[in-house]
């Protein structure tokens, strides 16, 4: 079955001027081109589109622009910070931008208990009406959204749906499927990982590879749909040195490096981040051309 946010997501880059402003003309024509080549619905201003370093009047200008291209149905914006007053305050934002849908990661860098996890995601699904994907990445937050802390919070909050997987545990998710009967979605935060999620009851993907193959991963979920796992095994190992070479170094430092490349609204990374050396643009451009893109000279 699909999820209700579609089957590929895309975690959308923030395109900056070269001079570090936000590019919104940019991030208009990037929604249409990925809304054109399999995206359904745009994540805007995630862990991709460099949040940590978007004001909050840059995030309400960026879901609005979005929301002006894609409509509010398919923008889901990314609101949660490790402030948990800051996130219900950027809810507020998000809704009054017309954003249709929430990604609530988990708080960063201060390692709340999961006592700590109910409270927050609580408090921000408690302040909106509109439905709420958790995103669960431990490797960038340092804490894991354990399966009985988001059973308990799907069952208490009507408008905790969906979970972003950047675990990549399956039978954690094996667990997560059989506690809720499937109706938590289940999202892979991985690429690399859409094919196993699928394999125990996952319904897509919030994917960074989408900017570049989208059309390629919607083949991949068909053919799972249709009972073709050889297809779709296929489609997995031909484009798994794209999903993983995309993450050999700080995300999005190589996505953007291939957008660049193409041709694609994206420009600088903003610091702490830095834009890709000339290695990395060369590994960038073999990346690209093992799946058959070619790059612009």
């Known amino acids: 079955m699909p999820g209700r946010f579609g089957r590929v997501l895309t975690a959308m880059a923030t395109p900056f001027s070269p001079d570090g402003n936000l590019d919104v003309d940019g991030a208009q024509r990037l929604a249409r081109h990925l809304l054109d080549t399999g995206t359904e619905t745009l994540v805007v201003a995630g862990t991709t589109g460099e949040s940590p370093t978007l004001t909050a009047d840059e995030k309400a200008r960026l879901w609005a622009a979005v929301v002006e291209v894609a409509g509010g149905d398919r923008v889901m914006a990314g609101t949660s910070t490790y402030s948990t007053a800051e996130s219900v305050e950027l809810t507020h934002l998000a809704e009054k931008a017309g954003a249709g849908s929430l990604l609530l990661v988990t708080p960063y860098y201060n390692k709340p208990p999961q006592s700590g996890l109910v409270a927050h995601f609580s408090a921000i699904a408690g ?88 059309p390629a991963l919607q083949e991949l979920v068909r053919a799972f749909d249709a009972g073709d796992t050889a297809t779709a095994l296929d489609l997995h190992l031909r484009h798994l040195e794209l999903f993983e070479g995309l993450f050999a170094t700080a995300s999005p430092i190589l996505l953007k490096a291939c957008m660049n490349l193409l041709g694609l609204p994206a420009g600088p990374l903003r610091p702490p981040l830095v834009d890709a050396t000339p290695d990395q643009v060369e590994f960038a451009r073999g990346l690209l051309s093992g799946v058959g893109l070619e790059p612009r000279d």
């Open 127 to 214: 302040s909106t009406g509109l439905p709420c994907m958790l995103y669960n990445i431990p490797g960038r937050t340092a804490c894991t959204i354990e399966v009985p802390t988001m059973v308990r919070l799907f069952e208490q909050l009507d408008n905790v749906v969906a979970v972003k997987d950047a675990v990549g545990d399956m039978a954690a998710a094996s667990r997560l499927q059989r506690e809720t009967g499937g109706q938590l979605e289940q999202y892979s935060g991985d690429d690399k990982n859409l094919l196993p999620l699928l394999a125990v009851g996952g319904v897509g993907v919030v994917s960074v590879a989408a900017h570049l193959v989208g």
